[in-house]
């Protein structure tokens, strides 16, 4: 059993395409979040949901956006790729509580690579 | 400063061996603090929470100064499945905010 689920594992795609992402949790967890880990390896998150809301959006371009249809699925939608989107996009999700101690679980990554 | 401080590494070391990483933060309000472990091409997951008081896992001992701000990893007996990114992991007060270090690499050695 996935407790993280992420479509496709691998993207390769020419710049100027959109595509999209999908992300699954099936552990009943509140809050998902897309992550980027770039050549350097550098995780940084970019967005957050909790509840199906939009609580954190970090300085990322408006050619990212997210989409959350229920508390389950997190999806991410990318407009006109560009090379610099070249990099790991990981989901991960939480269940919150009062002492911010929940651990976040990951997706397996999906792999884009912007020619 | 960044928010949060590792050093890269690598760190090389031989089976058995005890190694020790620290991490410093720079925003003194942070409340929540783990180590994660990434493999390669793989996705991070939780090692350990770090509490106040300190915790220890097995081989595995994790420590908080809120005074310096920073928190350390101690692992002993080093085994090669060791080998891995240590990522320090901070959460700060009243958001849902994880910020994430940079990682550590360690390399264990037979």
């Known amino acids: 059993d996935t407790a993280v689920s992420q479509t496709p594992k691998y993207l390769v795609t020419q710049m100027g395409n959109d595509k999209s992402i999908k992300c699954e949790q099936n552990?009943?967890?509140?809050?998902m979040y897309w992550y980027k880990q770039d050549s350097k390896k550098f995780l940084k998150i970019m967005f957050s949901?909790?509840?199906?809301?939009?609580?954190i959006n970090e300085t990322v371009p408006n050619r990212f956006s997210p989409k959350s249809p229920d508390k389950a699925h997190l999806n991410l939608h990318i407009n006109s790729l560009e090379l610099g989107d070249s990099a790991v996009y990981f989901c991960?999700?939480?269940?919150?509580?009062?002492?911010?101690?929940?651990?976040?679980?990951f997706g397996p990554g999906t792999r884009l690579l912007v020619l | 400063r960044k928010e949060v401080e590792q050093d890269p590494g690598p760190f090389n070391v031989p089976e058995g061996a005890t190694v020790a990483f620290n991490c410093t933060y720079s925003?003194?309000?942070?409340?929540?603090f783990f180590w994660y472990r990434q493999d390669c091409r793989k996705e991070p997951k939780l090692l350990m929470s770090?509490?106040?008081s300190g915790n220890e896992d097995g081989r595995f001992t994790a420590q908080l100064n809120r005074a310096s701000q920073y928190i350390s990893l101690l692992i002993r007996d080093s085994k090669l499945s060791d080998s891995a990114t240590y990522l320090c992991v901070i959460r700060n007060t009243g958001g849902f905010k994880t910020i994430f270090g940079a990682g550590t690499r360690l390399f264990v050695k037979a």
């Open positions: 925003n003194s309000a942070s409340q929540s």
């Open positions: 949901y909790n509840n199906k809301e939009l609580i």
């Open positions: 770090v509490y106040s």
């Open positions: 552990l009943g967890h509140d809050t």
């Open positions: 991960a999700s939480s269940q919150e509580g009062d002492r911010a101690r929940e651990t976040q679980y």
